[in-house]
């Protein structure tokens, strides 16, 4: 085994709710992929509508210069790590009281852990860190209906080979958000990309709470000029469908909601075409009322609940609406990545079938818009070889 797996930051407890936790790489050796774990735990009233991702605003990792080889937000780092994974990472999303929730995020430098041709050469690159920005105040004060204060934990694990253990790699895979953009009710939006390395793919994620997929992005083409050549070329939710059966990808969201009667859930799938629940509740059997849910309603990712309560005396009485909040454990798939598209700009996944930006004057992606709303952000993964 040539790559191995090291703890790099032990689980480390923060003593800030709000601040930039920078951590020292290794110094050498050829680096993989970096799994970074970040937790933070539920007051005791719960924390609803309030996702472990939303309170990291920047994962980077930078070199000594300020070089950038990785740089997502927490949400797109979870969109990215459900990408390279073929599923959801690995964690905690809940709303529950006193849940520790978590989430496994990958930042890898390959095609794959353990990919000998791409990963990041550590030799001689001076130190290099990586660099969490985290607010837990970001959604809601902390306290007991938010996130507990000083509970952030942040814990890295690495996967690294010793220097001459593997060959020098060809480059790395450097993964950024190159733009993002609020999308309008019609026209085209272009992103030009103007560099000269080689392009693996283009991510696009489009969200708005409610909306459904494919209806504020419709359509999405990649233009390369001088010369003047279509590289890729659809519509939102034929290109999810396909991302699914080209590369395999398990579709399935889940988590813990704690919402009571006409609560909505959203489950991060952008469409829902298939849904479960499961309630957590205890009940003394005969004498007290039993908590029964189920959806009334769908709207783009989000569920929203049915709740009733089933009298369990003696005497029949007409079911009624259920106010207390409960735990609900849901999961949910839709067509693909939710929200998201990945534009691959190759047949082959090798350097000699990726799109050479040195052959183009620029290479253009254009957005079709078509709803107003959806916060959208562009990912580029592209090879560097320096």
């Known amino acids: 085994m040539k790559f191995l797996r090291e703890l790099i930051l032990p689980p480390e407890s923060q003593a800030s709710n709000s601040a930039t936790k920078s951590i020292e790489l290794p110094r050498g050796g050829v680096l993989s992929a970096l799994i970074l774990r970040f937790s933070a735990t539920n007051g005791s009233s719960g924390n609803v509508d309030n ?20 740089s997502l937000n927490g949400r797109e780092a979870w969109r990215y790590s459900h990408r390279f994974l073929g599923k959801q990472p690995e964690g905690l999303i809940s709303e529950a009281p006193n849940a520790t929730q978590f989430i496994d995020f990958v930042i890898p430098f390959g095609r794959s852990i353990g990919d000998t041709d791409y990963a990041l050469n550590l030799e001689g690159r001076g130190q290099c860190y990586l660099k969490v920005t985290y607010n837990l105040a970001a959604v809601r004060s902390v306290g007991n209906s938010g996130y507990v204060s000083g509970s952030a934990v942040i814990e890295v694990i690495g996967y690294r080979a010793q220097t001459g253990t593997v060959p020098t790699p060809r480059g790395y895979l450097k993964t950024t958000e190159i733009y993002n953009f609020t999308s309008a009710a019609s026209g085209t939006e272009q992103i030009a990309i103007f560099n000269k ?103 783009g990712g989000q569920l929203t609940l049915q709740g009733y309560l089933i009298s369990g005396g003696a005497t029949w009485a007409a079911n009624t609406a259920d106010t207390t909040a409960r735990q609900i454990h849901w999961s949910a798939k839709g067509y693909g990545i939710g929200n998201t598209i990945i534009i691959p700009l190759y047949m082959k996944d090798s350097e000699d079938d990726y799109l050479d930006g040195s052959k183009h004057s620029k290479v253009l992606l254009e957005l079709t818009e078509n709803d107003a709303g959806a916060t959208v952000s562009v990912i580029l993964n592209e090879v560097i070889t320096r």
């Open 197 to 299: 390395n080689k392009l693996r793919e283009i991510i696009v994620e489009a969200y708005e709470p409610g909306t459904a997929d494919g209806q504020n992005i419709t359509r999405a083409t990649v233009y390369g000029f001088d010369p003047n050549l279509t590289y890729f070329d659809g519509y939102w939710t034929d290109i999810q469908t396909d991302n699914v059966s080209r590369f395999g990808i398990d579709v399935k969201t889940e988590g813990i909601s704690y919402k009571s009667n006409t609560g909505t859930i959203e489950t991060w799938t952008g469409n829902v075409v298939e849904h479960k629940l499961s309630l957590t509740s205890s009940i003394t059997i005969g004498t007290d009322a039993s908590s029964h849910y189920q959806v009334s309603t769908i709207s």
């Open 51 to 70: 996702e472990i991702f939303k309170v990291i605003s920047k994962i980077e990792v930078v070199g000594p210069a300020g070089e950038v080889y990785y």
